[in-house]
């Protein structure tokens, strides 16, 4: 079969968690791309300070206030476009917000120099911006780990939230919250068996979803049926600790090979 080209791999830290090793991330798809380079390009967002009002403006516009009504884009309130500006300077965390997923991915993919705007450029940015897209079916927003498209998006807020977690921890909750109990007592007890905030296991996973935004950008299909591969769209956290750190391989057969091909 012919090699597949990709000019470059970019990542892009939009504020992640502190757990996350980027650096690390970008060694390992060195090491699984081979000859494709891979840079490390930090905050997109640092290098357009001059015009942090409008991209303020932009990010607070698609904020999702109901998940069951779909986002109708309308000019945002002063306080939070103010919110959003703080945000692009560094000055607080985006928690306890919900974005449009797509409208996020749009945003963000503005940002690319025009000369990078190419099939063979892979763009990932990394976040903890907490997004959710619309599901016409039960018409509501569900929460993501990741969009995927001519660039990507995957949040580590979204890798602790958006897979479930196992059955019986939402029905100990539940008597939890109604007895008043402290939920980091529940956490302990359900310890290693879904992603958490300040997870050491946090980088290791991550891997395996830029390596699904890069088998988009050549197949334009980024998962896998084998729930052993690390391109398993995993809906569970329990999927997804398997498949991206205790399967007994890293890709399937297919996949494996398709990776040979990259250059």
Partial sequence: MKAIRV???????????????????????????KRVPVEVRGNPLASCREKDPDWARALASIKIQDAGRKLAISEPLYGEVQYEQRRILGKTRAFGVLYDGFHLLRIFSELIPRGERAPGFVHIFLTNRLFATWDDGDRRYHARTSVYGLSSVISTTGIVEAPARPREYYILKRQYEMLGKDLLGLKERFK?????????????????YVMQAVLYSLTGDPFCDDRGCRLYNAHWQEELIFAQLESGYEFCLRHTGLLQLVG
């Fill in 7 to 33: 000019d470059a791999v970019l990542l892009y830290d939009e504020g992640t968690a502190e757990q996350l090793n980027i650096e690390e991330i970008a060694g390992y798809l060195r090491d699984k791309l």
């Fill in 192 to 208: 290693g068996s879904f992603i958490d905030y300040e997870d050491t296991r946090l980088t290791e996973v991550v891997k395996g």
